[in-house]
Structure formats: C-alpha cells, structure tokens
C-alpha cells in the first residue's frame, strides 16, 4: 500500500466535473513547476486521473479564472487540500511550488493563517500516512 495511492482524491468527489478538468490541469502545473516529477508526484497524479476517470481530461485557466470556476468555499478548499497534498507529497516542498500554491490560495481568496492551518493538516495527514506504512511492512 502506497501512500500516494491512500490520500489521492480524498476531496475530489466535491468536485463538478468541469472543476475536475481545470483540476488536473492545476495538479500537472503545480508537478511541472519545480521541473522535477517525482515518483510519488507521478503516482499521486496517476491517483487523480484513476479516481476521477477517463471521461474527464485537463483543461487549462488562468489563475485569474480560478475562483469563477471553483465557485464555492467547499471546491475551492477540496482543490486547495489536493494540491497541497500534491506539493508536499515528494517530501520536498520546492519554492516554485510555494510560489504556485502563494497565488493559487490568492486567487481563490483564502487567509494566510488558513493557509497555514490547511498546511500543516496537509503535513500531519502524510505523516500519519508514512506511520501507517510501516505498520502493514512484513
């Protein structure tokens, strides 16, 4: 059992399917922005598409855009969760991917002090996760 595979698409299921697309869209920028793809980064992506499905294929915005198309709290911070799961999923939380989180929780209008406090759930969640491997290890 794989960690990535565990936490991927805890929230995606809040989301319409037109969120979706842009969704993965922002999940293959967020992967691309520190030019580096990390296997737990592939697998996680990998997780997404497989909970989401087929029928639903990425579609690019703009981060101005964002906020219209996940226009309500509950999307906004279902999206918000993943990425950030998907950020520090790899263990190394680049500055690139800070950047891109910066402006995304800009854009969808969310406090810093929510930021902070979604962060470090985000952090927690994985560790518990990493603990929880180790137990099912033979």
């Given at each position: 059992?794989?960690?990535?595979?565990?936490?991927?698409?805890?929230?995606?299921?809040?989301?319409?399917?037109?969120?979706?697309?842009?969704?993965?869209?922002?999940?293959?920028?967020?992967?691309?922005?520190?030019?580096?793809?990390?296997?737990?980064?592939?697998?996680?992506?990998?997780?997404?598409?497989?909970?989401?499905?087929?029928?639903?294929?990425?579609?690019?915005?703009?981060?101005?855009?964002?906020?219209?198309i996940?226009?309500?709290?509950?999307?906004?911070?279902?999206?918000?969760?993943?990425?950030?799961?998907?950020?520090?999923?790899?263990?190394?939380?680049?500055?690139?991917?800070?950047?891109?989180?910066?402006?995304?929780?800009?854009?969808?209008?969310?406090?810093?002090?929510?930021?902070?406090?979604?962060?470090?759930?985000?952090?927690?969640?994985?560790?518990?996760?990493?603990?929880?491997e180790?137990?099912?290890?033979?």
């Amino acid at each position: 059992m794989r960690i990535t595979k565990d936490l991927a698409g805890m929230f995606l299921s809040n989301l319409q399917p037109d969120q979706q697309a842009v969704f993965l869209h922002l999940a293959q920028s967020l992967v691309a922005a520190d030019a580096r793809v990390d296997v737990a980064e592939s697998s996680r992506l990998e997780g997404f598409i497989s909970e989401i499905g087929t029928v639903v294929t990425p579609r690019a915005c703009t981060m101005s855009e964002v906020a219209t198309i996940f226009n309500t709290r509950r999307a906004r911070v279902s999206a918000f969760l993943e990425l950030l799961a998907l950020a520090h999923i790899d263990g190394d939380y680049h500055a690139s991917e800070a950047a891109f989180i910066t402006n995304l929780a800009a854009a969808f209008s969310i406090p810093p002090e929510d930021v902070d406090d979604m962060t470090s759930w985000v952090v927690r969640q994985l560790h518990l996760l990493r603990e929880a491997e180790t137990f099912l290890e033979d």
